[in-house]
């Protein structure tokens, strides 16, 4: 943020153009950048919950839905496309539950899932299914361990039968279970939502056991010793209120003043778009819930800026990661559904939804430098539906298939006046923006017109850039609550836009209700 208040260079006006249609101007100027975009913002969370792992992922190899070593294909290919950075897994509230053992080996240990629905859960998809899952779609691990009902000696075991190169009884035990080479654990959460179903901890308790946890759960691969070692994200806050601004406090104090045995790199922030007491439909909805969501959804901004005014206090050089692992919409579940499940539609109001979010965590960069949205498959916002065979992509799955170029890429500040889309007492910024160079040296803008009326028509002025082409994709559809489904998948799907360019100036027209990103070469 202190980047963009810094970099701003143009006063910028929103007025009404003579055709009637809402006018925006942003500037930036290229040799202007701030933070790298940290690929992991556009993380996935896979918790064992619903159909999230079992059916959406896991199929086992002897299914007839085409799978490779009883992982779904057509999943792994929509997921290699969107370039997911990391999985957390396997919670969530499960993780606090999960004993390791039971998901290795060929006898696997029949348990309950009481979190999520009271169901069987046969433990075919452990360690290794997850680690071929990752390496099929591309990924690194972020493993959250159990600190609730687990003990620091049983996730140093899991640690090093996951990651021990040395012939030690546990490696030897991976290796005999079909995997001879350590597995890299890039990310590991030292327990999950601690203050409640994670444990119920003080912070003053959950702080004594992180330092234990630290110390003792160590990583073992060769190649992750160095300047690529795994990288442990404490539990930090659900929220604003005290209860979590304490937490933040005890856990980064105590950060401040750790000593050589333990560290962290990372706090986790959970941060859901819901009314707790009433929750939004997730289909069948108009105007008035479209604008209270994305007013709602808007709130990351003041939270992420309200836990790091207290991470600067006790880290001013930033070396602790705020990495908002669950984050996204939650609804009602679907009727008919099983409420345990989680179960909603994704509509074009959550793709836009996801947009704004991701954009605030670029903007946040320096800072910000992973996050995980909840979740993956089949649960809360997913990207991907699936109902046997059948598989659906969904609206905030091309989101993130858009932001592609986003990652690690440089943030370049844009200066604009939003203006203001009201509807009833709720007013909102019409328009949100970011940009971003990437590795090539391009430049990438990704425009979000949350008017659900009026078009806008965009004038940006790119300060130290010759424009000789632009080219990108929208993503709309004709209404805010517009989904995809397994019978007419294409409703909210990504489709080419046109704009102009000369010397340094750009100019395209947003269409109401839509998400725009567009490189500039
Ligand atoms: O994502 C669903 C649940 O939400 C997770 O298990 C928990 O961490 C959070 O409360």
Not at 158 to 175: C, F, V
Not at 338 to 351: E, I, K, M, T, Y
Request: hydrophobic share 40%.
């Amino acid at each position: 943020m202190r980047h963009v208040l810094v970099l701003i260079v143009m006063i910028i006006v929103a007025t009404v153009s003579v055709a009637g249609a809402q006018k925006v101007e942003l500037s930036l100027d290229v040799s202007k950048t701030g933070a790298k975009i940290d690929r992991n913002i556009f993380g996935q969370f896979a918790e064992h919950l619903g159909h999230g792992v079992y059916d959406g992922i896991w199929v086992g190899p002897d299914s007839t839905i085409p799978n490779t070593r009883g992982i779904r294909n057509d999943v792994v290919a929509a997921l290699k496309a969107i370039h997911v950075p990391n999985v957390r897994w396997p919670g969530g509230c499960f993780a606090d539950e999960y004993h390791w053992r039971n998901g290795i080996g060929s006898s696997r240990g029949v348990t309950l899932n009481p979190n999520w629905g009271g169901v069987i859960e046969p433990n075919s998809f452990g360690t290794h299914e997850f680690m071929d899952f990752l390496d099929q779609i591309g990924s690194d691990a972020y493993i959250s361990v159990n600190v609730g009902s687990g003990s620091p000696r049983e996730a140093a075991d899991w640690l090093e039968y996951s990651t021990g190169a040395q012939p030690t009884t546990l490696a030897k035990e991976r290796i005999a279970n079909g995997h001879p080479a350590p597995y890299k654990v890039a990310y590991l959460g030292i327990g999950n939502e601690s203050w409640d179903c994670g444990g119920n901890m003080t912070p003053d308790y959950y702080v004594s056991q992180m330092k234990i946890y630290s110390r003792f759960v160590r990583n073992f691969n060769p190649a992750q010793q160095g300047k690529d070692h795994m990288f442990k994200i404490a539990v930090g806050p659900g929220g604003g209120e005290p209860r979590w601004t304490d937490w933040t406090e005890a856990v980064m104090k105590a950060y401040q003043e750790h000593t050589w045995s333990w560290d962290i790199n990372g706090l986790s922030m959970h941060n859901y778009t819901v009314d707790w007491q009433n929750k939004f439909a997730s289909e069948g909805f108009g105007e008035t819930e479209y604008a209270q969501v994305l007013k709602a959804t808007l709130e990351m901004d003041t939270l992420i800026n309200k836990h790091s005014a207290i991470m600067d206090k006790y880290d001013p050089q930033e070396k602790v990661a705020l990495v908002v692992d669950e984050w996204g919409a939650w609804y009602a579940p679907l009727p008919g559904s099983n409420p345990g499940f989680l179960v909603q539609q994704n509509s074009l109001r959550d793709a836009i939804l996801a947009a704004l979010n991701l954009n605030i965590f670029a903007r946040h960069a320096d800072r910000v430098r992973g996050a995980n949205i909840a979740q993956m498959i089949n649960v809360l916002q997913a990207m991907i539906e699936t109902d046997k065979e059948k598989m659906v992509l969904t609206p905030t799955y091309y989101i993130f298939k858009m932001y592609v170029p986003f990652q690690d890429a440089t943030f370049v500040p844009i200066a604009f006046d939003a203006g203001t889309y009201t509807h009833g007492d709720i007013s909102l910024p019409r328009v949100d923006a970011i940009s971003a160079k990437d590795a090539t040296g391009k430049l990438w803008l990704a425009l979000t017109n949350l008017d659900p009326n009026q078009p806008i028509e965009i004038e940006a002025n790119l300060a130290g850039l010759t424009t000789k082409s632009a080219a990108g994709e929208t993503l709309t559809a004709p209404r805010v609550d517009s989904v995809n489904t397994f019978d007419a998948p294409n409703t909210v799907v990504p489709k080419p836009i046109a704009a102009k360019v000369q010397g340094s100036k750009l100019a395209l027209t947003l269409e109401p209700k839509s998400v725009t990103v567009i490189s500039v070469e």
